[in-house]
């Protein structure tokens, strides 16, 4: 028991002392791989210089064609100000599909992050 709340008290303190965390699972099921890369950030912003060629690689460069495979990002918008009114936001997007096709579900995926980024930016002037 002991053991199992230190490994969570870990698996917390990793979580808030990266901006950026990539997480692997495999999953077999009946012969049936399912491989799913999650990215967790504090914010869209963070992941402007993230190398998501890299990390797919790295994760699905064992992962036969026919497999299920998928790219989760998980924002957790932390408040940037004190105003205790203002409720943190939370925001998953994920893109699935098979291992033959990982290219155009990145493709997608940075799309869509790209898209939030250039949102973030105009909303808050952030250059």
């Given amino acids: 028991m002991k053991?199992?709340?230190l490994f969570a008290l870990f698996l917390l303190g990793t979580h808030y002392s990266n901006a950026q965390?990539?997480?692997t699972d495999i999953e077999i099921v009946?012969?049936?791989k399912t491989v799913f890369m999650t990215v967790n950030a504090d914010r869209f912003q963070d992941l402007k210089d993230f190398d998501w060629r890299t990390h797919l690689t790295d994760v699905f460069k064992n992962v036969?064609?026919?497999a299920t495979i998928g790219i989760r990002v998980n924002i957790m918008d932390k408040q940037l100000t004190e105003d205790i009114a203002t409720l943190p936001n939370k925001m998953s997007i994920q893109e699935i599909g098979t291992?033959?096709?990982k290219e155009e579900i990145l493709r997608s995926?940075?799309?869509?992050?790209?898209?939030f980024i250039e949102d973030e930016q105009?909303?808050?002037n952030i250059d």
Avoid at 109 to 115: A, D, F, G, H, I
Wanted: without cysteine; glycine residues 4%.
């Fill in 64 to 66: 036969p064609d026919d």
């Fill in 21 to 23: 965390e990539v997480e």
């Fill in 99 to 101: 291992a033959n096709k």
């Fill in 122 to 124: 105009q909303g808050n």
């Fill in 3 to 5: 053991k199992i709340v």
């Fill in 30 to 32: 009946d012969k049936v």
């Fill in 109 to 115: 995926m940075v799309s869509k992050v790209k898209l």
